[in-house]
């Protein structure tokens, strides 16, 4: 999307969510994604507060895509717009950020501490908190359980064995007339998605992560390129090679349609499976996504999104406080509820209520716990460059115009490039 799109685009939304009645002192305005039911729950839950507090909220989309969505924010707030009070951003985001937003430990009255540590920490930048979590996330394996018990195979526990299934499944469904059917849809855009997905990958080879924690560039490595190599083999075979530009939704929609044996997608999801129109419910597993053939690990990428105050705001005391709502143990157990949202305070995995919605929240908990961090504390503001670099070197190989080897020699140029005088 251009620059001028995308302002043109959000400027446009701002207009249509402040028709009748124009933008007031005490008008908190918060952008919210739309990715399967964010806007909803986002709204419900600002209205919660407006009904206590007698205060407005507007609610503005933003792109689906993290990186569209990320070039939107940096042209607001090096603008120093205070057209958005609070900012949803990523969990990778706090330290491209951080300048441009309040110091929110001065609201929160120690409420922190109930929350993942990790996460606190990961927003905490020059002992300033950016950032309060508002639900966190992990890559996990969608699957059809009807059709594995149909045609007698398990669950996979490595990437060779998802293969093998997903090729055996798929030939019998589409020779059965489901001719649209596919083994495993995922995120193949080249987008942050898609860095996401390749770490789960790389990691499950013990390939370890694009930039060490000590900001060594380690992405160039056999068991990265091997993950990569089988990655590319996937399409065109058990994926459709319009996978390739897909995100989060698009893989949803082929899932849900029941065209698909296996999705790779986060936990939010799981409410939109089985919702009481959905030609699948009650029909779907989840699990912790394969390994690395025997030798490797489970790895989820640790994803999830936080809400900040910009320091432009002019109610930055007001839109503390609806942050501090949204993200309270309340509010973050209606969301998971409803929307299967991951909670950022642990209490809530221990919540019978919570389980109930989602059985598989306690059953993963040590995935989300652990998940695999992207290298953005390692690379600080040029985390997004490194991510760029990487998704793009990625969907070179998986779509035929590079090899994993060229690929990941010419990402370890150009990433040791870019750290030269370090990150």
Same mark, same amino acid.
């Given at each position: 999307?251009?620059?001028?799109?995308?302002?043109?685009?959000?400027? &446009?939304? #701002?207009?249509?969510?402040?028709?009748?009645?124009?933008?007031?002192?005490?008008?908190?305005?918060?952008?919210?994604?739309?990715?399967?039911?964010?806007?909803?729950?986002?709204?419900?839950?600002?209205?919660?507060?407006?009904?206590?507090?007698?205060?407005?909220?507007?609610?503005?989309?933003?792109?689906?895509?993290?990186?569209?969505?990320?070039?939107?924010?940096?042209?607001?707030?090096?603008?120093?717009?205070?057209?958005?009070?609070?900012?949803?951003?990523?969990?990778? +985001?706090?330290?491209? #950020?951080?300048?441009?937003?309040?110091?929110?430990?001065?609201?929160?009255?120690?409420?922190?501490?109930?929350?993942?540590?990790?996460?606190?920490?990961?927003?905490?930048?020059?002992?300033?908190?950016?950032?309060?979590?508002?639900?966190?996330?992990?890559?996990?394996?969608?699957?059809?359980?009807?059709?594995?018990?149909?045609?007698?195979?398990?669950?996979?526990?490595?990437?060779?064995?998802?293969?093998?299934?997903?090729?055996?499944?798929?030939?019998?469904?589409?020779?059965?007339?489901?001719?649209?059917?596919?083994?495993?849809?995922?995120?193949?855009?080249?987008?942050?998605?898609?860095?996401?997905?390749?770490?789960? +990958?790389?990691?499950?080879?013990?390939?370890?992560?694009?930039?060490?924690?000590?900001?060594?560039?380690?992405?160039?490595?056999?068991?990265?390129?091997?993950?990569?190599?089988?990655?590319?083999?996937?399409?065109?075979?058990?994926?459709?090679?319009?996978?390739?530009?897909?995100?989060?939704?698009?893989?949803?929609?082929?899932?849900?349609?029941?065209?698909?044996?296996?999705?790779?997608?986060?936990?939010?999801?799981?409410?939109?499976?089985?919702?009481?129109?959905?030609?699948?419910?009650?029909?779907? &597993?989840?699990?912790?996504?394969?390994?690395?053939?025997?030798?490797?690990?489970?790895?989820?990428?640790?994803?999830?999104?936080?809400?900040?105050?910009?320091?432009?705001?002019?109610?930055?005391?007001?839109?503390?406080?609806?942050?501090?709502?949204?993200?309270?143990?309340?509010?973050?157990?209606?969301?998971?509820?409803? &929307?299967?949202?991951?909670?950022?305070?642990?209490?809530?995995?221990?919540?019978?209520?919570?389980?109930?919605?989602?059985?598989?929240?306690?059953?993963?908990?040590?995935?989300?716990?652990?998940?695999?961090?992207?290298?953005?504390?390692?690379? &600080?503001?040029?985390?997004?460059?490194?991510?760029?670099?990487?998704?793009?070197?990625?969907?070179?190989?998986?779509?035929?115009?590079?090899?994993?080897?060229?690929?990941?020699?010419?990402?370890?140029?150009?990433?040791?490039?870019?750290?030269?005088?370090? +990150?």
């Amino acid at each position: 999307m251009s620059r001028f799109n995308i302002k043109h685009w959000f400027l &446009g939304g #701002l207009a249509a969510a402040s028709l009748g009645g124009g933008l007031q002192a005490e008008t908190i305005t918060i952008s919210c994604g739309a990715v399967g039911a964010e806007r909803q729950l986002c709204e419900e839950g600002t209205r919660l507060w407006s009904e206590k507090t007698g205060h407005e909220v507007q609610v503005v989309s933003t792109p689906n895509s993290a990186t569209e969505r990320l070039s939107l924010y940096q042209q607001l707030l090096a603008a120093q717009s205070g057209d958005v009070d609070i900012f949803q951003i990523d969990v990778v +985001w706090p330290g491209m #950020l951080a300048n441009h937003m309040i110091d929110l430990s001065e609201h929160t009255n120690g409420v922190e501490e109930e929350h993942f540590q990790p996460l606190i920490s990961n927003n905490t930048v020059d002992g300033r908190l950016v950032a309060m979590p508002w639900f966190t996330d992990a890559g996990v394996l969608y699957y059809r359980k009807d059709l594995l018990e149909k045609y007698d195979q398990p669950v996979p526990e490595t990437w060779e064995q998802l293969t093998a299934t997903a090729e055996t499944v798929m030939a019998a469904e589409r020779e059965a007339g489901q001719d649209k059917f596919w083994g495993f849809v995922w995120q193949g855009r080249a987008y942050e998605g898609l860095t996401c997905d390749a770490l789960e +990958w790389v990691a499950s080879y013990n390939g370890g992560t694009i930039v060490n924690p000590d900001g060594e560039v380690t992405i160039n490595n056999p068991a990265a390129k091997k993950a990569l190599t089988v990655a590319s083999q996937w399409v065109g075979t058990i994926s459709p090679k319009s996978v390739l530009n897909y995100t989060e939704e698009e893989a949803r929609g082929v899932f849900q349609s029941g065209n698909a044996l296996f999705m790779r997608n986060w936990p939010y999801a799981w409410s939109l499976t089985q919702s009481a129109d959905s030609p699948i419910k009650d029909r779907v &597993g989840v699990v912790a996504l394969p390994r690395g053939e025997e030798s490797g690990q489970h790895a989820g990428t640790l994803g999830g999104w936080q809400l900040a105050v910009s320091k432009y705001s002019n109610n930055s005391e007001l839109a503390a406080d609806l942050v501090l709502y949204l993200t309270s143990f309340q509010e973050q157990k209606r969301r998971a509820i409803q &929307g299967s949202y991951n909670p950022t305070i642990p209490a809530l995995y221990r919540d019978e209520d919570v389980l109930a919605a989602v059985p598989f929240f306690g059953e993963l908990f040590e995935t989300f716990k652990n998940g695999v961090a992207r290298p953005s504390s390692a690379t &600080g503001d040029k985390y997004g460059r490194v991510s760029n670099a990487f998704f793009n070197s990625v969907h070179d190989v998986l779509s035929g115009e590079a090899n994993a080897d060229q690929a990941l020699s010419k990402l370890e140029r150009d990433l040791r490039r870019l750290g030269r005088r370090g +990150w």
